[in-house]
Structure formats: structure tokens, C-alpha cells
């Protein structure tokens, strides 16, 4: 139990298009999703806090409208980068929680390479 | 807010030995501890995790000890082999933060055969 999806693993794009990920919980229902941001050799970094049916909550230096984060279903969160720039190019992961009394259980997806060109 | 210091940034075992990572936190409403191994490429995968009503949880060849007092918390691996080489990640979250999780900065951890 606890998978998570994403879609697609791997996109190649050119400057200044959008590019769309997706993200499903697939045995579970998941009320909130994180997504993250991987350089090489560094930790990951929280972007933002997508709640079902909400808007995502942003953290500190996260441009909203470059970074649209779309929470339709208990299952399903999709982030949106908006004209990506090469300075974009990253892995991103996505997580979804499951709520239990002490805290969350936070289940990770297997990331989606960007690169964009 | 939550900071999590995470040591040592790199450990080479020899195969059959253990390997101990040791992380800090800041915040004394931390409450669930999980640990991470991510493989090259790949996204993390839980291991382990821990909640700030026990001391220490083992599953097999991995245990997780808290110290809450002291406000560290550390991975170990008993009996290492070649396929626990990894990068490892501890976190901390709390309902205060929403439970956002904050990660450390990891341990690359190699088991040489």
C-alpha cells in the first residue's frame, strides 16, 4: 500500500513553453500533497502545500503564478511550469500524505526529471 | 521555524558493518521523525519512521533511536550490504507546521563489497 505516481518521469522542453506533472496517490486518499524541488547532491525543497479542493499554500520564494499547483480530487495533484527557463531544470517530486493522530506519513512519488533547453 | 542538521555528509562501511547517522532538530513541537533512502534517480522511500511517544522502533536490520530532551534522533544499519548503499534523509514535521516535512541535508552512505 502507500503508492504514488507521477507522470511523466522524464520531459524535455524548449524555453518558454508549460509543462504539466502529475501526481496520484493510488491506494489511498491523500487530503494534502507536497511538492518538492531536487537540485544535484542537495536536499530536497518543500515548493508548496496542495490541499484538496484549496488553494496551495507557497513557501518563501516560490513564484505562484510560474508554479501552478492544482489539487482536484483526493487523489490527484498536478503541478504546472509555467514558461519554463533552463534554470528550472530539476527533479521534482511529489508527496501525499496520510493523516494519523502523531503526524503525517509522507509517501513520495519517483520524481519527474525537467529539463528544459 | 524547524532546522534539521544532519551528520555526517558522507559514510563508507565496509560490508557486515554498521553505519550510525545522527540528525538534530530545532523545534521542540517536532513530533514524527521518518527516514528516507533515495536511490540515484529515483524518489525517496521511507525506511523508518519514528514518533515522539517511543524511544526507539527497529525493523529488521534498521533501528531509529529519539533522544526528545536532547532533540536528536539517529538511523542505524546493522549488518550493511552493498544494496544499502544510498542517500539518506532524516525529517522532522510537526502539527504546528503543518506538518511539513523538513528534511536534513543527507548522508551518502556506501557499503564497499
Known amino acids: 500500500g502507500a503508492v504514488v505516481s507521477q507522470h511523466p518521469s522524464r520531459v524535455i522542453c524548449k524555453s518558454g513553453t508549460s509543462v504539466k506533472i502529475e501526481c496520484r496517490s493510488l491506494d489511498f486518499q491523500a487530503t494534502t500533497m507536497f511538492w518538492y524541488r531536487q537540485f544535484p547532491k542537495q536536499s530536497l525543497m518543500l515548493m508548496a502545500t496542495s490541499n484538496e479542493g484549496s488553494k496551495a499554500t507557497y513557501e518563501q520564494g516560490v513564484e505562484k503564478d510560474k508554479f501552478l499547483i492544482n489539487h482536484a480530487s483526493l487523489t490527484l495533484s498536478t503541478l504546472t511550469v509555467t514558461s519554463a527557463h533552463p534554470e528550472d531544470s530539476s527533479f521534482y517530486i511529489c508527496?501525499?500524505?496520510?493523516?494519523?493522530?502523531?503526524?503525517?506519513?509522507?509517501?513520495f512519488g519517483p520524481g519527474t526529471r525537467l529539463t528544459v533547453l | 521555524g524547524e532546522n534539521v542538521e544532519q551528520h555526517p555528509s558522507t559514510l563508507s562501511v565496509q560490508e557486515g558493518d554498521s553505519a550510525v547517522i545522527k540528525c538534530t532538530y530545532s523545534?521542540?513541537?517536532?513530533?514524527?521523525f521518518p527516514w528516507y533512502k533515495q536511490e540515484l534517480g529515483k524518489g525517496p522511500q521511507l525506511i523508518i519512521d519514528i514518533r515522539s511517544n517511543v524511544g526507539e522502533k527497529k525493523d529488521q536490520r534498521i533501528a531509529v533511536t529519539l533522544n526528545k530532551t536532547a532533540k536528536h534522533f539517529s538511523l542505524h544499519i546493522t549488518e550493511t550490504q552493498p544494496e544499502d548503499s544510498a542517500v539518506y534523509f532524516c525529517?522532522?514535521?510537526?502539527?504546528?507546521?503543518?506538518?511539513?516535512?523538513?528534511f536534513g541535508s543527507g548522508t551518502r552512505l556506501l557499503v564497499r563489497p
Open positions: 523545534d521542540s513541537a517536532s513530533n514524527y
Open positions: 508527496s501525499a500524505a496520510r493523516v494519523e493522530a502523531l503526524g503525517n506519513e509522507q509517501f
Open positions: 525529517a522532522a514535521s510537526s502539527a504546528d507546521s503543518s506538518y511539513k516535512l523538513i
